[in-house]
Structure formats: structure tokens, C-alpha cells
């Protein structure tokens, strides 16, 4: 399975979604973006939200326009996604986070950490 981000297109322009893991609260947030033309519109940044949504305003072609990214709940790899622009619904997809593997530090650390406290405490 190749994972890709989703891409819907909007007036002609490519509408694209990313994830991936922060370090903030050891590898277990994610931030969500939304990209318009490569230009980013919009991060969650690592909200600690099982489920959620975000909003921005941006500008095209001279109007005024505002976007926003809801998520539900992420698997061990992604989280569904949904963006609407101005109301409309422009995308409906799984995004996957690129470094999902980072969120297994904290249970390699812990396990690690119990191995070594068992060997030494004998």
C-alpha cells in the first residue's frame, strides 16, 4: 500500500493533507495540515484532541474564503479527515502520518527501562 497524502482539487488548485508526529508529549500528537498550491493554510500542531476541528481564513483570487479540517479518531497510522472550503466539502480521506513509527519511543523507552530495572534490581 503507498501512502500518499490526499489531494482533492478546488478552482483548479491542488488542496493537499499531511500528518505527522511532533515530540511534543513524546511522539503521541500529531499535527494535521492543509496546503493550498504548496502554500500552508492551516496546522493543527499537535493538539492533544482524540477528535476535532480547525479553521482559518485565506485569500484566492481576490476573495476571501475559509477552510476547515475536521478529524475523528487516528488508527495506528492515520486519521480520517474531512475539508471543507466556504461549507462546501472538497475532501473526505485518511491521511497518514509519515513518522508513525515515532510514536512506539515511548513504549520502546518504558520497556527498556523495566528490562534494565529487573536485571539490576537481582
Same mark, same amino acid.
Given at each position: 500500500m503507498t501512502m500518499h497524502s490526499p489531494q482533492a482539487d478546488w478552482n483548479g488548485s491542488k488542496i493537499t493533507?499531511?500528518? +505527522? /508526529? /511532533?515530540? *511534543?508529549?513524546? %511522539?503521541q500528537t500529531?499535527?494535521? #495540515?492543509?496546503?493550498f498550491? #504548496?502554500?500552508?493554510? /492551516? *496546522?493543527?500542531?499537535?493538539?492533544?484532541? /482524540?477528535? $476535532? +476541528?480547525?479553521s482559518t481564513q485565506f485569500e484566492h483570487? $481576490? =476573495? @476571501?474564503?475559509? =477552510?476547515?479540517?475536521t478529524w475523528g479518531h487516528a488508527g495506528l497510522r492515520s486519521f480520517p479527515v474531512e475539508v471543507d472550503i466556504d461549507g462546501k466539502r472538497v475532501l *473526505? !480521506? &485518511? =491521511?497518514?502520518? &509519515? @513518522? %508513525?513509527?515515532?510514536s512506539f519511543l515511548p513504549w520502546v523507552a518504558a520497556v527498556? $527501562?523495566?528490562? =534494565?530495572? !529487573?536485571?539490576f534490581r537481582q
Open positions: 493533507v499531511t500528518s +505527522s /508526529l /511532533l515530540p *511534543k508529549i513524546l %511522539w500529531a499535527s494535521i #495540515d492543509v496546503f498550491h #504548496d502554500k500552508c493554510l /492551516l *496546522k493543527t500542531g499537535g493538539q492533544l484532541k /482524540l477528535t $476535532g +476541528s480547525h483570487a $481576490g =476573495v @476571501n474564503h475559509e =477552510v476547515t479540517l *473526505k !480521506s &485518511r =491521511v497518514f502520518t &509519515r @513518522n %508513525w513509527p515515532l527498556t $527501562g523495566f528490562i =534494565v530495572y !529487573s536485571a
